[in-house]
């Protein structure tokens, strides 16, 4: 039997609603299948603790009342999960608007962070909220922050500061995902100037996903922050120079982590564009080694583990829905997130 009972192990519900539901998108997939695909997932008699949620229809809207938040919690005790990091809508196709928007779209995007912590911290008051985040990004595209780069993270970091109040008057805390197709967010450097424009580390940090950070190592989107070298062919000393220097910057300021897969390369699906491709965690042409490489971000530059992170999440947006539906996906899933906890965790 595995050793370490922490970080607790938690899935996504996202990669049911990422990509999908828009026209010429595969069909969404409910949160009540979602959450029975988690909790059937065994192996060895080990199971997922909990799960991460997307506040957004048509799983748990974001102004969801008391009750709906209570039926949400029934559910999940139902099933013997718990809930973890939430994300908060802050797109303008989900009620809010961009964080280096005109006025009015910047107070939709905070208000869209206040309903987000109020139903995280209900969640805590329900008992089945043990641990995460509200996750936060810019809502806005790489080409449209471009047009004034300075300017506009300022702007964004104000919006930021403004929602960091909001999730401290709720006890909550901020977390800015890693993801190249945002703005201002899109490479290593970005992201860090970002975070230090902000200035707020306890209340707002960074959420690392393997497979998106992955690809600020490539320069997706920003080349002139390329960390591997140009002639590059993943060779093993190159690719963990890169790593090394990466999350060295910005491992300091995270809070919350996705374990994830990546063969190297974007994809889009529906309305989500040009972004990190989650592969399978057996997936042959994964360029991580799911194992050793989640270590660049649970030990610390002296290799000891750091013990931030109470739980970890798995991250697979995007996959068929084919994929999604079938139980062995997610029991293989499971298998490597219990890797990442023996090698990596503690015992509590």
């Known amino acids: ?176 995902e890693g993801e190249i197709c945002w703005g201002g967010m899109h490479s290593w450097k970005h992201m860090l100037e970002l975070l230090e424009a902000v200035g707020q580390p306890k209340v707002l940090g960074f959420q690392a996903d393997m497979s998106h950070t992955l690809l600020y190592t490539l320069g997706e989107n920003a080349p002139a922050h390329r960390i591997v070298p140009k002639k590059f062919h993943w060779e093993p000393g190159a690719t963990h120079e890169a790593l090394k220097k990466l999350t060295d910057a910005l491992r300091p300021w995270t809070i919350d982590f996705h374990v994830a897969q990546n063969d190297g390369s974007v994809f889009g699906s529906g309305t989500h564009d040009h972004t990190g491709r989650h592969c399978l965690a057996t997936d042959p042409k994964g360029k991580l080694n799911i194992i050793r490489d989640s270590a660049y971000w649970l030990r610390d530059g002296r290799g000891k583990v750091t013990k931030k992170m109470r739980h970890i999440c798995w991250d697979g947006c995007m996959f068929p829905n084919e994929t999604m539906m079938k139980q062995q996906t997610w029991n293989d899933i499971l298998a490597a997130m219990i890797q990442v906890r023996e090698n990596h965790g503690w015992s509590e």
């Open 1 to 176: 039997m595995p050793q370490n009972n922490y970080p607790k192990l938690h899935n996504a519900m996202w990669p049911g609603l990422v990509g999908k539901g828009s026209p010429g998108a595969e069909p969404f997939i409910d949160l009540d299948t979602m959450l029975d695909l988690t909790a059937k997932a065994e192996v060895d008699g080990v199971r997922f603790d909990g799960v991460d949620l997307f506040l957004s229809a048509p799983h748990t809207p974001i102004d969801s009342d008391d009750n709906a938040i209570k039926e949400l919690a029934a559910k999940l005790k139902k099933r013997k999960l718990v809930a973890g990091s939430v994300v908060a809508p802050v797109w303008g196709p989900t009620g809010g608007g961009s964080a280096m928007g005109s006025e009015e779209d910047r107070k939709k995007f905070v208000a869209q962070v206040r309903q987000a912590c109020r139903i995280a911290a209900k969640l805590r008051e329900l008992g089945v909220r043990p641990s995460g985040i509200v996750r936060i990004d810019s809502s806005a595209s790489v080409g449209d922050w471009a047009k004034n780069p300075k300017a506009n993270t300022k702007l964004i970091a104000a919006t930021f500061r403004e929602a960091a109040k909001v999730a401290k008057d709720h006890g909550e805390r901020l977390a800015a």
